[in-house]
């Protein structure tokens, strides 16, 4: 069973009385450690297609079903759920927690879930990224790359089906960008877990399984191995 998948998805804004069409008619379908780039300008789609991959915004049309589940048909409770348990996300400024340390922002996650033993799963997972060796440190400490380490172990940390990635090697050098794309390949394919990454890089598309052209809402060109 795929871990993704769009059918016949729209999704169209109104603003200032001007009808926008963000994505038209996307079909798409990914399954188990697929490690997916999405490519194309800005306001090309690609962010609105992760805020719908990971149910934070639904389809004017056509429905998404991450992990079996139509997310257009759950309530919010059931939604908060499904995030919590199903997705994770790594974002381009990292977005980690200033006032908590490196250790305090991975287990943060499985704390607001009321899972058990929070801190013994947050440094497995810092070790599996080799950051364990910073786990007390403060944000303000750490690298770039290291804060992006930082920020994939809080994605990991529940063993989530997807992986959202909004241009996680932005903000970073391009030695650093190789090493945290190598750890994202890494992930898919030990992991089995779905990673999509919305880039601007030809060399983080590049190391993809499967590549999605998008232009003005639309798939243009799809690179895919076969399900």
Same mark, same amino acid.
């Given at each position: 069973?795929?871990?993704?998948?769009?059918?016949?998805?729209?999704?169209?804004?109104?603003?200032?009385?001007?009808?926008?069409?963000?994505?038209?008619?996307?079909?798409?379908?990914?399954?188990?450690?697929?490690?997916?780039? !999405?490519?194309?300008?800005?306001?090309?789609?690609?962010?609105?297609?992760?805020? !719908?991959?990971?149910?934070?915004?639904?389809?004017?049309?056509?429905?998404?079903?991450?992990?079996?589940?139509?997310?257009?048909?759950?309530?919010?409770?059931?939604?908060?759920?499904?995030?919590?348990?199903?997705?994770?996300?790594?974002?381009?400024?990292?977005?980690?927690?200033?006032?908590?340390?490196?250790?305090?922002?991975?287990?943060?996650?499985?704390?607001?879930?009321?899972?058990?033993?929070?801190?013994?799963?947050?440094?497995?997972? !810092?070790?599996?990224?080799?950051?364990?060796?910073?786990?007390?440190?403060?944000?303000?400490? !750490?690298?770039?790359?290291?804060?992006?380490?930082?920020?994939?172990?809080?994605?990991?940390?529940?063993?989530?089906?997807?992986?959202?990635?909004?241009?996680?090697?932005?903000?970073?050098?391009?030695?650093?960008?190789?090493?945290?794309?190598?750890?994202?390949?890494?992930?898919?394919?030990?992991?089995?877990?779905?990673?999509?990454?919305?880039?601007?890089?030809?060399?983080?598309?590049?190391?993809?399984?499967?590549?999605?052209?998008?232009?003005?809402?639309?798939?243009?060109?799809?690179?895919?191995?076969?399900?």
């Amino acid at each position: 069973m795929s871990v993704l998948r769009l059918e016949h998805v729209s999704k169209h804004y109104v603003t200032d009385g001007i009808p926008v069409v963000a994505l038209e008619d996307v079909s798409l379908e990914f399954r188990a450690g697929e490690f997916v780039a !999405l490519v194309g300008r800005s306001g090309c789609g690609k962010s609105t297609l992760l805020n !719908l991959a990971g149910a934070m915004d639904f389809p004017t049309s056509g429905t998404v079903t991450l992990d079996g589940v139509v997310t257009s048909q759950l309530g919010d409770a059931s939604l908060t759920r499904l995030r919590r348990e199903k997705v994770g996300f790594v974002f381009q400024s990292f977005q980690l927690l200033p006032t908590l340390s490196v250790v305090e922002n991975v287990e943060l996650p499985l704390l607001l879930a009321g899972v058990p033993h929070a801190r013994k799963t947050a440094l497995e997972q !810092l070790r599996w990224v080799e950051m364990d060796g910073y786990s007390q440190r403060m944000p303000y400490q !750490l690298s770039g790359g290291q804060s992006q380490r930082v920020a994939i172990a809080r994605a990991l940390v529940h063993s989530p089906r997807l992986v959202l990635a909004d241009e996680p090697t932005g903000n970073l050098d391009s030695a650093t960008s190789e090493l945290i794309l190598a750890l994202l390949r890494t992930i898919a394919t030990e992991q089995n877990t779905t990673i999509l990454m919305a880039t601007h890089s030809a060399e983080a598309s590049s190391i993809a399984d499967t590549v999605v052209r998008l232009r003005d809402g639309r798939v243009t060109e799809l690179l895919q191995p076969t399900l």
